[in-house]
Nanobody, 116 residues
């Protein structure tokens, strides 16, 4: 069973919105703080946002703060990333994983492409 499956990416114009989803297996999700990460072409993977188990605490990278919102539905073992006011520099493959100690097995990610 693949522990993490991301979806919801696509091609969007600058200023547009997308909502990403990450469906996780119970073992990968229950009780854990979860994060979203992204990797742009030619760059290293970077942190985007994090949410704790109870959803009482969230944190964001400076580059996305005020535009992205992370949330989770523990009944569905799913974490979401609402992305608004997208910019071309947000173009990347987006991944979810535990935070701060990610699973070794990352999902396939979901590609977000923002055109100018």
């Amino acid at each position: 069973q693949v522990p993490l499956v991301e979806s919801g990416g696509g091609l969007v114009q600058a200023g547009g919105s997308l909502r990403l989803s990450c469906a996780a297996s119970g073992d990968a999700f229950i009780g854990y703080t979860m994060g979203w990460f992204r990797q742009a072409p030619g760059k290293e993977r970077e942190f985007v946002a994090v949410i704790n188990w109870s959803s009482s605490s969230t944190s964001y990278a400076v580059s996305v703060k005020g535009r992205f919102t992370i949330s989770r539905d523990n009944a569905k073992n799913t974490v979401y990333l609402q992305m608004n006011s997208l910019k071309p520099e947000d173009t990347a493959v987006y991944y979810c994983n535990r935070h701060p100690r990610p699973l070794d097995a990352w999902g396939q990610g979901t590609l977000v492409t923002v055109s100018s």
